[in-house]
């Protein structure tokens, strides 16, 4: 019987966590559709808009070059995506693997990197953008994103879970280190690796401090801070165009999320947190 209770205990507080995480944007696609913005002020809140519209959305692209920031997010997000995969595989491969002087050092430097927040280096990185050239261009966004402490940690800790033995297998065949790599290790790693690139698509899609400190041209900008400036032009008028233009940003990333979520518990489950 406790165990009963205990189990209709955890579901009750898991559905009640699902509520509270899903509610805010139930809201803002519930926002997006209203025909008024009288429906938002209500309170309580309802989810249910009483007249149906997709007018908003319409508003969004007139207002703003709304289709140029999504390409621009695109393209930073996937480039540094694709980027994080390549330097971190490879650098969590070196620290896991191989053998070399220096090594734990190094792989101390990467774990204190994650304990420096973005705010602090914003000034020096604008600065080096500024000495070569690219600030106002997307490479001032791709370039600081490149490598990542976080994504070399979680690949180092997936690669140490994996099995010496395939690797020795590997080099009875004659394998050196890249190709036991490439053909070895890459495979039995797309969890991991897919989970890196979900977390990492998710923060640079997301991310509004560096496109605000380093992009001034409207045309360059990403998704946060064209929403911002959509805000910005409607913070006295429709709350529906704003909700509209928040709501059209998370869906890339809500489909992203929803179809490769099982990745991340696969992750987690195989890799596990040892140092």
């Not at 205990?6 to 559905?15: G, K, N, Q």
């Not at 604008?126 to 976080?150: D, H, R």
């Amino acid at each position: 019987m406790s165990r009963i209770l205990a189990r209709v205990a955890t579901f009750a507080i898991l559905v009640l966590a699902a509520l509270a995480i899903t509610a805010p944007f139930l809201w803002i696609f519930r926002g997006a559709f209203s025909a008024s913005d009288a429906e938002l002020y209500k309170l309580p809140p309802t989810f249910s808009p009483d007249n149906l519209t997709a007018a908003n959305f319409g508003k969004v692209t007139d207002q703003v070059p709304y289709f140029r920031f999504f390409v621009n997010s695109i393209i930073v997000s996937t480039t540094i995506t694709a980027a994080q995969i390549v330097t971190c595989a490879t650098a969590g491969y070196a620290f896991a693997r191989l053998r070399f002087r220096g090594k734990g050092m190094l792989f101390a430097i990467v774990i204190g990197s994650l304990m420096i927040p973005i705010q602090v280096t914003i000034v020096p990185l604008f600065l080096v953008m500024s000495k070569l050239g690219l600030t106002n261009t997307l490479w001032s966004l791709i370039l600081p994103g490149i490598f990542s402490g976080f994504g070399i940690f979680l690949l180092r800790q997936h690669f140490l879970a994996l099995p010496y033995e395939l690797e020795e297998a590997a080099k009875i065949d004659g394998a050196g280190h890249f190709r036991t790599f490439a053909r070895v290790i890459l495979p039995l790693s797309g969890p991991s690796i897919a989970t890196l690139g979900i977390l990492c698509f998710t923060y640079w899609w997301n991310d509004l401090l560096l496109p605000l400190v380093m992009i001034s041209d409207t045309d360059r900008q990403t998704l946060p801070v064209g929403l911002v400036l959509l805000a910005g032009r409607f913070s006295t008028g429709s709350l529906g165009t704003i909700a509209a233009g928040i709501a059209m940003a998370i869906v890339p990333v809500l489909v992203v999320f929803i179809a490769a979520q099982r990745y991340i518990v696969q992750s987690i489950a195989s890799s596990g947190l040892k140092l």
